[in-house]
């Protein structure tokens, strides 16, 4: 149950976009279509943005879309806004379990 | 209004017991699988365990495995984690959530702190 591979941190301008990389193995993130987003913001409860790899509850806004490729998923914010600055977390099932990466925070300079 | 809300955190000595609860409102709790989720100062989010919607089924990660045990009351629409033979590797933030789906968490608890200390 290692933790899946995050940059620790990501950064980009309003109203760039920023892509965070998330890679695993394929007893994880390479074997289901079972990924999700988290955004993270200190003294909150996480917040779920992606599901099912590029799938969007209701409410979350379609600046953030997920995709994967092989053993690693991706998380893109379109059009940075200030409000998006947070730590953004992915998680994936893994057979029986679940494992969580190791989390990137995103800056908005 | 669709929440989860937690109790039971505090503080504890090494090798002693606390039980966490995390009360369900606002919608179907027999329909979800639960999971536990905490996260240590400074560090990340850590999968803890998860239960089935009949309590039958119940998965924990290996760093929790023979000391932590998930239960549920589905007519109290409760979750619960028995946590044992706490070390201070166990001092985090605890938090609940639904799984929609394939480990979609998609409702959460406030989470409550649990620290682990002489």
């Known amino acids: 149950q290692s933790a899946l591979t995050q940059p620790p941190s990501a950064s980009g301008s309003p109203g760039q976009s920023v892509t965070i990389s998330c890679t695993g193995t394929?007893?994880?993130?390479?074997?289901?279509?079972?990924v999700s987003w988290f955004q993270h913001l200190p003294g909150n409860a996480p917040k779920l943005i992606i599901y099912?790899?590029?799938k969007r509850p209701s409410g979350v806004p379609d600046r953030f879309s997920g995709s994967k490729s092989g053993n690693t998923a991706s998380l893109t914010v379109s059009g940075l806004q200030a409000e998006d600055e947070a730590d953004y977390y992915c998680?994936?099932?893994?057979?029986?379990?679940?494992?969580f990466g190791t989390g990137t925070k995103v800056t908005v300079l | 209004q669709v929440q989860l809300v937690q109790t039971g955190g505090g503080v504890v000595q090494p090798g002693r017991s606390l039980r966490l609860s995390c009360e369900a409102s606002?919608?179907?709790?027999?329909?979800?699988?639960m999971h536990w989720v905490r996260q240590a100062p400074g560090k990340g989010l850590e999968w803890v365990s998860i239960i089935s919607t009949d309590g039958t089924i119940k998965i924990y990660a290996d760093s929790v495995q023979g000391r932590f045990t998930v239960s549920r009351d589905n007519f109290k629409n409760t979750l619960f984690l028995q946590m044992n033979s706490l070390g201070p590797e166990d001092t985090a933030v605890y938090y609940c959530?639904?799984?929609?789906?394939?480990?979609?968490?998609?409702?959460w608890g406030q989470g409550t702190l649990v620290t682990v200390s002489s």
């Open positions: 099912e790899v590029n």
């Open positions: 394929s007893s994880d993130v390479g074997g289901y279509n079972y």
């Open positions: 959530a639904t799984d929609m789906a394939g480990g979609a968490f998609d409702i």
């Open positions: 998680n994936s099932y893994a057979g029986n379990s679940y494992v």
């Open positions: 606002g919608f179907s709790f027999t329909a979800y699988s």
